[in-house]
């Protein structure tokens, strides 16, 4: 049973980081994509990163290029999003999501990914 679970979410100040975590288990299909989407109240969910585990291969939306980083370590399954120079804009439930294949396939807003878990919030304070 594919399970994943978004964890670190929390209070921070502009121009802060902030670390969020999404253990992500249970496949069984060799290739799989894990990305991360937000949903803002009373704004369009928004497709955010997305990483292969099979070769590494990461995907950003443009407005957090530069500033987040998304990375898998496998061994743990575990898939890590590193948001550095956070703003206003950038507050959101957080939500991590997977399914078989490639992220090319499913972003960008990642609405074809059939596994999410429970988000995470973040809130980002001016």
């Known amino acids: 049973e594919v399970q994943l679970q978004a964890s670190g979410g929390g209070l921070v100040q502009t121009g802060g980081s902030l670390r969020l975590s999404c253990a992500a288990s249970?496949?069984?299909?060799?290739?799989?994509?894990i990305a991360w989407f937000r949903q803002a109240p009373g704004k369009v969910r928004e497709g955010v990163s997305c990483i292969d585990r099979s070769d590494g291969s990461t995907y950003y939306e443009d407005s957090v290029k530069g500033r987040f980083t998304i990375s898998s370590d496998n061994a743990n399954n575990m898939v890590h999003l590193q948001m550095n120079s956070v703003n206003p804009e950038d507050t959101a439930v957080y939500y991590c999501?997977?399914?078989?294949?490639?992220?090319?396939?499913?972003?960008?807003?990642?609405?074809?990914?059939?596994?999410r878990g429970k988000g995470t919030q973040v809130t980002v304070s001016s």
């Open positions: 249970g496949f069984t299909f060799k290739n799989v994509a």
């Open positions: 999501a997977a399914d078989r294949g490639y992220c090319a396939a499913y972003s960008p807003y990642y609405y074809g990914m059939n596994y």
